[in-house]
Structure formats: structure tokens, C-alpha cells
Nanobody, 129 residues
Framework: QVQLVESGGGLVQAGDSLRLSCTAS????????MGWFRQAPGLERGFVAG????????YYADSVKGRFTILRDNAENLVYLQMNSLKPEDTAVYYC??????????????????????WGQGTQVTVSS
């Protein structure tokens, strides 16, 4: 089991950058596929970025591709989401999530929130125009 805590959210202007952090506690963090999701008011929680546990391969939602980067530091039990060129439509609560190591996502990419077993409490990101 793993516990997740996000940090780094805040209020920024369009075009700015922000880096979110997700600190994981628990054993065998390196065995968990990790992901970032976001949820804006009135909308469903949606996939943003993911990183595999084995090769560290990354994958992104089309809306953030080229602007956001997901990184993991297994030695420090950390996952980051580097967000550049932020837009007002990026405004949302951002959640860090982990997939139970006993589960393998289709194609080794975990896009569906139901594939994730562990969630943080979320951190608010607000981008003003």
C-alpha cells in the first residue's frame, strides 16, 4: 500500500510554469505505475499524464502534450508534474495516483482512473488570463 500527498499548486498567470510534487510513503514505490489526473468544477476527473514503473516511459493527454512533463525519482519516492505554458483551461484540482503493482494496464499505459487504486488529496492549480 502507498500513501500519496500532492503539493506545489497555486495561482499563476497564463504562460507561467508550475511544478507539482507527489510524495509517496510505503514500500516498493518503484513498483507502482503513477499518474496525474485533474478535475475542474462540474467536470469528471480526467487523465493528464502517466509514467510506467518498469521503464519510466511516459504518456500524456493530447491537451497537455508538449507542455507538461511527468517525472519520477524512485530514490526519493517522488513524482513530479512540470507544467509549462499554462493556460486558463488548465485550472483544476490536480491529483496524484498509483496503480497497484499486481495489476497491469492494457498496453502498459494507465489512462483510466478506475485502474488506479491509490489517490492523493489533490492540489489546486488556478491559471488566470
Amino acid at each position: 500500500q502507498v500513501q500519496l500527498v500532492e503539493s506545489g499548486g497555486g495561482l499563476v498567470q497564463a504562460g507561467d510554469s508550475l511544478r507539482l510534487s507527489c510524495t509517496a510513503s510505503g514500500r516498493s514505490f518503484s513498483s507502482y505505475a503513477m499518474g496525474w489526473f485533474r478535475q475542474a468544477p462540474g467536470l469528471e476527473r480526467g487523465f493528464v499524464a502517466g509514467i510506467t514503473w518498469s521503464t519510466g516511459s511516459t504518456y500524456y493527454a493530447d491537451s497537455v502534450k508538449g507542455r507538461f512533463t511527468i517525472l519520477r525519482d524512485n530514490a526519493e519516492n517522488l513524482v513530479y508534474l512540470q507544467m509549462n505554458s499554462l493556460k486558463p483551461e488548465d485550472t483544476a484540482v490536480y491529483y496524484c495516483a498509483a496503480v497497484d503493482p499486481r495489476y497491469t494496464c492494457s498496453g502498459y499505459e494507465c489512462h483510466d482512473l478506475h485502474e488506479y487504486d491509490y489517490w492523493g488529496q489533490g492540489t489546486q492549480v488556478t491559471v488566470s488570463s
